[in-house]
Nanobody, 123 residues
Framework: QVQLVGSGGGLVQAGGSLRLSCAAS????????VGWFRQAPGKEREFVAA????????HYADSVKGRFTISRDNAKNTVYLQMNSLKAEDTAVYYC????????????????WGQGTQVTVSS
């Protein structure tokens, strides 16, 4: 079992940057793959990025590839999502989620969820 707290959201102008954090508590954080999902008003929650247990493997949605970078620091029990070149269409509530062992690409595959943090990009 792991508990997640997402933070770092805010309001930025298009072209700007934000770094989201997902802080975890619980035993053996390094056993968990972590994903980021986002949900805009009126739309379904969608996959953004994921990282494997040791960070050797990363995965991105096509819409954010080249702009977002997921990373983790297991010594700090934290996963980050660096978001650069933000666009208005990136506006959403961003959620981090964890599942034991292997990476997943759909929300149904994740067992543990943070509370979400709002990212708003003005145009």
């Amino acid at each position: 079992q792991v508990q997640l707290v997402g933070s770092g959201g805010g309001l930025v102008q298009a072209g700007g940057s934000l770094r989201l954090s997902c802080a975890a508590s619980g035993r053996t954080f390094s056993d968990y793959a972590v994903g980021w999902f986002r949900q805009a008003p009126g739309k379904e929650r969608e996959f953004v990025a994921a990282i494997s247990r040791r960070g050797a493997s990363t995965h991105y949605a096509d819409s954010v590839k080249g702009r977002f970078t997921i990373s983790r620091d297991n010594a700090k029990n934290t996963v980050y999502l660096q978001m650069n070149s933000l666009k208005a269409e990136d506006t959403a509530v961003y959620y981090c989620a964890a599942r034991q062992y292997a990476v997943g690409w759909s929300m149904r595959e994740y067992d543990y969820w943070g509370q979400g943090t709002q990212v708003t990009v003005s145009s």
